[in-house]
């Protein structure tokens, strides 16, 4: 006798089938099922609700994939008044390799096997012959990111659009960490230097500490790459004041560490840990493609955990450094949901899988051009006189705001470099005078000028 398959059991498999509106194949099933359901049995029950005309069925015998079954009819429904109170996850949109990471993490603890940090992860990677995104992930990616300085020399793109990527990038990448600061107090925080109401100081610190960390990458493009003294020194800006010991910003830790909600144990030894954190910045800096370098630092910065505290955050803006080099939208991290974000680390951490992180990141990316190309658009096309005397110019603003002189002809004349050729002189004169017209304490950084050095100038006009 045939055994009677419960409705409680056909309800599992509609649930599961409908998570996937575009239709789901049977070996998805199975492994969504996690070996619960045998292959023959699954086959049946599919059998049965498409008999019920519960779901159906698309394609051909080998490519067949299950979807619920539309609703049709005619119904006459009364309703009294009623509140209704719905909640959902914000997610980003998930492969089935990232909804098995999603599935795995988000277990109890208790039920996640503890691991620790395996090096065979790193040591399967070869840089330019693995690829953690495919060649025509890549290409998209260059596609979306491509900017008008595309030609320019390193960096450009990112300084002029600098004033809208500090509010994004602090904002976003701090939330991600908890902060609770809005993107409009984050505003007001950058540019008037106002800290909200009601705020935790350790969060006014972080936002802070994130706008001196884009500012040096952005300042300093040229010389801001991917090697451990530009890792380290994002570590130092953006743990500044954070840390219970202030020795340890800027340094590999000593001591081992924890990540709360997971059961990985990162490596302890520091001899080991300063070794790999070498190895990976060097790996990382032979990796040619911009976007698979970001995300290669996104995935073994964090899972090494080289530092004390903040490792995701410096991650964050170290996936910017080839991007901003290249003059490729930056990845802001606008909009990125926390937990999506939690979960991709997790399965890091947890598994040495990728796939989570990885649909994470390409949906961040995606926003972020989304974001930076109405930005774009708005963009006086770049003066090439101004581009080509770049570095002149502002030697020369800097010069005359440290030495504390009034702007005239001839002070202007008198710090300018003798590269300006004499043809370009009374040019140049007019491009200095009308710099210093626009020139403010939140743009002077443009100029390697510190707010200090800015402010002790205007009080000498």
């Known amino acids: 006798m045939p055994k009677v398959v419960s409705a409680k059991e056909l309800e599992q498999i509609v649930d599961l089938v409908g998570q996937y509106p575009d239709g789901i194949g049977m070996e998805a099933l199975l492994r969504l099922a996690g070996g619960n359901i045998p292959r023959r049995t699954l086959q049946r029950r599919l059998a049965s609700l498409v008999e019920q005309k519960r779901i159906q069925t698309d394609g051909d015998r080998r490519s067949i994939k299950y979807r619920l079954a539309p609703i049709t009819g005619t119904v006459n429904v009364v309703l009294e008044s009623a509140t209704v109170q719905a909640t959902g996850e914000v997610y980003v949109p998930v492969s089935l390799e990232g909804e098995e990471i999603k599935t795995y993490v988000r277990q109890p603890r208790q039920q996640r096997s503890p691991v620790s940090y395996q090096i065979g992860f790193l040591e399967q990677y070869r840089p330019n012959q693995t690829a953690y995104l495919p060649e025509s992930l890549r290409t998209q990616l260059h596609s979306l990111g491509r900017s008008s300085a595309e030609q320019t020399p390193a960096g450009t793109f990112a300084r002029d659009i600098l004033n809208r990527l500090l509010i994004d990038l602090s904002w976003a990448s701090s939330k991600l960490e908890g902060n609770t600061y809005s993107r409009l107090d984050t505003e007001r925080l950058i540019e008037f230097g106002q800290a909200a109401e009601g705020k935790d100081a350790m969060e006014t610190q972080m936002i802070l500490n994130h706008k001196s960390a884009i500012e040096f990458l952005v300042r300093d493009a040229e010389h801001a790459g991917v090697n451990p003294e530009t890792i380290i020194a994002l570590h130092a800006f953006l743990s500044d004041g954070l840390m219970p010991d202030p020795l340890t910003c800027g340094r590999i830790r000593n001591r081992p560490v924890e990540i709360g909600g997971s059961v990985y144990l990162p490596i302890a030894m520091p001899q080991r840990l300063e070794e790999l954190f070498n190895i990976v910045i060097s790996m990382a800096a032979e990796i040619q493609d911009p976007f698979e370098q970001s995300f290669f630092m996104m995935v073994h910065l964090p899972y090494l955990q080289p530092f004390e505290d903040v490792n995701k955050c410096v991650s964050r803006l170290a996936a910017n450094i080839p991007l901003i080099q290249r003059n490729l939208c930056p990845l802001s991290f606008i909009d990125v949901p926390q937990q999506a974000y939690v979960d991709a680390m997790l399965g890091v951490y947890e598994l040495n899988r990728i796939e989570l992180l990885r649909d994470v990141f390409v949906w961040a990316y995606e926003r972020s051009c989304q974001q930076y190309v109405a930005v774009q658009q708005q963009l006086v096309p770049p003066d090439t006189f101004r581009l080509r005397y770049r570095n002149e110019l502002a030697e ?40 210093f017209q626009t020139l403010h304490a939140g743009n002077a950084i443009r100029f390697g000028l510190r707010p200090l050095e800015f402010a002790t100038w205007m009080k000498k006009e």
């Open 396 to 435: 020369t603003v800097r010069t005359i705001v440290r030495s504390g002189q009034t702007i005239n002809a001839t002070t202007i004349r008198t710090a300018m470099p003798i590269t300006v050729t004499q043809e370009d002189q009374p040019r140049f004169v007019e491009l200095v005078q009308t710099e």
